[in-house]
């Protein structure tokens, strides 16, 4: 199987997450099956993650932080865990755009035989099947649980949208906090307008420059002098996206996760945004006591 060569402890904090909220929700919307129709949705499935120790992989990835001294072993991906959930999800859809990994997540419905009527595999570009999905489906006897596992900045801000107006929706994403964004924020402020753009379309406005940078006037004998400089962290960006999550959703967590590599730098940032408004204060309290614990 190809699998997805990185991962490590923050990896295991991720799944061990999911699977506890998945296990909550399933446990709930058993209750009202003859009301509700509920899936899991996995939107960059994959099929697991390889860990590899340093010394072994002679290939590393585009960000050597994914890499953790850990023993090397094979950890079951997001969709695995969630079949392996009671009680079991009405739908499972699974989606991949890589043909190659795509291809191996039919492995899936041979592995869950008693299920593999009900596992949907999509190939297809993440953002515009949700975005179909989420505003041309009847959700109103629908629900379902959404995980968003990036590499990187690939989810479109249209597309939080898109699933915010469901109404219908509980939304895992792991958000791209420290192998994307805090490396685009230069310092000195000078962004070019090709990574101006791919940050406007994570975050679905360009106002983010203005609160993570200060621009100062100073005078000398050679006139104005502006300055501008990085006022944001790792904090500050992710209260802002907090924000930005809370602008659409009408429940999110307010303690999201950073996921840190062997060297306590931030990786990821784990958020949780609920988007029934009935139900979105019981899940949003099991969201934050599984964040917090």
């Not at 190659?100 to 009900?118: A, I, P, T, V, W």
């Not at 490396?183 to 990574?195: F, M, Q, V, W």
């Amino acid at each position: 199987m190809d699998n997805i060569s990185f991962g490590g402890d923050w990896t295991l904090e991720k799944l061990e997450r999911i699977r506890k909220y998945l296990v909550a929700y399933s446990t709930i919307m058993n209750n009202y099956k003859e009301k509700f129709r509920y899936a899991y949705i996995d939107a960059f499935a994959g099929t697991g993650y390889q860990l590899l120790n340093h010394d072994e992989d002679q290939n590393l990835p585009l960000f050597p932080e994914f890499v953790e001294a850990d023993s090397q072993q094979f950890l079951d991906g997001s969709a695995r865990i969630a079949l392996q959930v009671e009680p079991r999800f009405t739908k499972y859809i699974f989606i991949e755009k890589d043909e190659k990994r795509f291809s191996s997540l039919q492995q899936l419905k041979q592995d869950f035989s008693h299920l593999s009527e009900d596992i949907i595999l999509i190939n297809a570009d993440a953002n515009a099947y949700l975005t179909d999905l989420c505003l041309n489906y009847n959700w109103s006897r629908n629900r379902a649980v959404l995980f968003l596992d990036p590499f990187g900045m690939q989810v479109s801000w249209t597309t939080i949208e898109a699933i915010a107006k469901t109404g219908a929706i509980d939304l895992w994403y792991l958000f791209p906090l420290g192998v994307a964004v805090n490396r685009l924020l230069k310092r000195d402020g000078a962004i070019n307008e090709p990574l101006r753009e791919r940050l406007n379309k994570l975050f679905g406005t360009n106002e983010w420059y203005e609160s993570f940078y200060q621009t100062s006037v100073t005078i000398d004998m050679f006139g104005e002098q502006k300055r501008t400089i990085k006022v944001s962290d790792f904090g500050l960006v992710s209260k802002y996206f907090v924000e930005r999550l809370n602008s659409v959703f009408p429940g999110v967590a307010s303690n999201p996760l950073a996921l840190l590599n062997s060297r306590n730098i931030p990786l990821y940032l784990l958020c949780f945004a609920s988007g029934n408004k009935r139900g979105s204060k019981t899940a949003v309290n099991i969201a934050q006591h599984i964040l917090k614990g």
